[in-house]
Every structure is written in structure tokens, then in C-alpha cells.
């Protein structure tokens, strides 16, 4: 089993571009989430999706939109990127709630805005 | 929402020492608390989570325990290994959303 792949490992953008990550698990598992992480500031979340057809925001949501487009891939955009926006973001998965059981989370997309 | 503080933020230890790591919540509607450790180039990966009616935990040569009246909850590394090298992050749960702290930076000198 692959686990949590994120796709690409590496980005550099220019302001103002856009650009989606793309993530897929194949641990048929309910939930997926992106956080960022930024020295410092440990991982912050972004959006999650508690199952397939619903998303919400989490505790920094503005400036990107989410789309889980079926039970296995939900991916992260950033419309007009900007270089506040240059983080490691990770994608992530549970069977159940984000505070009830275990996180697996992909290697990681480290993106840089110019 | 939930602040986590975490401390220290680096500890090296010699091989074969303990190490501990503390974290403190504000929220206590709180009642899930796990252990990440993320090495260098990976995601975070569960090592150990406790919930709030469990007061300690243990698997092995790590340990977790909480004090919810305190609000803090400790991971206890003993006999550490070189392979135990790594960024470990506490993290207390919310309504839809863990909060992580900050991380420690563990070295493990030979």
C-alpha cells in the first residue's frame, strides 16, 4: 500500500500564480485534510473533508479552496498564490474524526512563492 | 480555539538517557491527545496517543501522561536510541481540528 501520495514534492510559483496539489489514498478512509507547517508553528489546518461530498474550512482557510473529488483524492488550490502562502503542506487521512484516531499523513509539498 | 504550547523546543540527549517533552492546553473540552514524530523529509507519524480517561500510557520505551486538572500532558522517552533523532509534536484535540504545538527538535548523540 502507497499510504497518503501528494503530488508534486516541489513547486516554485510567481505571485499571483495558481496551482493545485493533488493528494490520493488508498486506505479507503473517510476523512482527509491539508495542514501547512511553517517554522515554528507546528501544523495548521487548512480544510478537511469528514467524507466524500462535504468540506469545511479549518484554522486558516483564506486563500485556497478545496475539492474532494471522490471517496479516494481531495485536492488543495491556490487561486492567486502569494509568498505568505510558501509552506510545506501535507495531506492526510483518517478512518474516523481528526480527534479520535490515528492521522496518515503524505511526505509533503514544499512550495515557494516568488 | 485551542492554544498547545510545547517545550522545549531542542533537546539533545546522550544515548541511552531519558528524554521528556511537556505540553499545556488551554481548552478543556480537550479529551484526545496524541504524539507525532515527523523525521527529516517525511509526514508526521502517530508514536502514542492518550485519552482523558487514561491518566498514562505506555508501549515500550515511550510513555504519555496527562493531567487534565493542570492541563498538561508529558511524552517520556527512556533509553534512547539514535533512530529516536527526530521532530516530535504534541497536539490536543478540537471540535473538527487537532492543534498542534510548536515541536522539539530531539538529538540523540552516539
Known amino acids: 500500500n502507497a499510504g497518503v501520495t501528494q503530488t508534486p514534492k516541489f513547486q516554485v510559483l510567481k505571485t499571483g500564480q495558481s496551482m493545485t496539489l493533488q493528494c490520493a489514498q488508498d486506505m479507503n478512509h473517510n476523512s482527509m485534510y491539508w495542514y501547512r507547517q511553517d517554522p515554528g508553528m507546528g501544523l495548521r489546518l487548512i480544510y478537511y473533508?469528514?467524507?466524500?461530498?462535504?468540506?469545511d474550512k479549518g484554522e486558516v482557510p483564506n486563500g485556497y479552496n478545496v475539492s474532494r473529488l471522490n471517496k479516494r483524492e481531495f485536492s488543495l488550490r491556490l487561486e492567486s498564490a502569494a509568498p505568505s502562502q510558501t509552506s510545506v503542506y501535507f495531506c492526510?487521512?483518517?478512518?474516523?474524526?481528526?480527534?479520535?484516531?490515528?492521522?496518515?499523513f503524505g511526505e509533503g509539498s514544499r512550495l515557494t512563492v516568488l | 480555539g485551542e492554544n498547545v504550547e510545547q517545550h522545549p523546543s531542542t533537546l539533545s540527549v546522550q544515548e541511552g538517557d531519558s528524554a521528556v517533552i511537556k505540553c499545556t492546553y488551554s481548552d478543556s473540552a480537550s479529551n484526545y491527545f496524541p504524539w507525532y514524530k515527523q523525521e527529516l523529509g517525511k509526514g508526521p507519524q502517530l508514536i502514542i496517543d492518550?485519552?482523558?480517561?487514561?491518566g498514562e500510557k505506555k508501549d515500550q520505551r515511550i510513555a504519555v501522561t496527562l493531567n487534565k486538572t493542570a492541563k498538561h500532558f508529558s511524552l517520556h522517552i527512556t533509553e534512547t536510541q539514535p533512530e529516536d533523532s527526530a521532530v516530535y509534536f504534541c497536539?490536543?484535540?478540537?471540535?473538527?481540528?487537532?492543534?498542534f504545538g510548536t515541536g522539539t527538535r530531539l538529538t540523540v548523540i552516539p
Open positions: 473533508s469528514a467524507s466524500e461530498g462535504t468540506t
Open positions: 497536539a490536543a484535540s478540537g471540535a473538527n481540528n487537532l492543534f
Open positions: 492518550i485519552r482523558s480517561n487514561v
Open positions: 492526510a487521512s483518517s478512518q474516523r474524526g481528526v480527534n479520535t484516531g490515528e492521522l496518515f
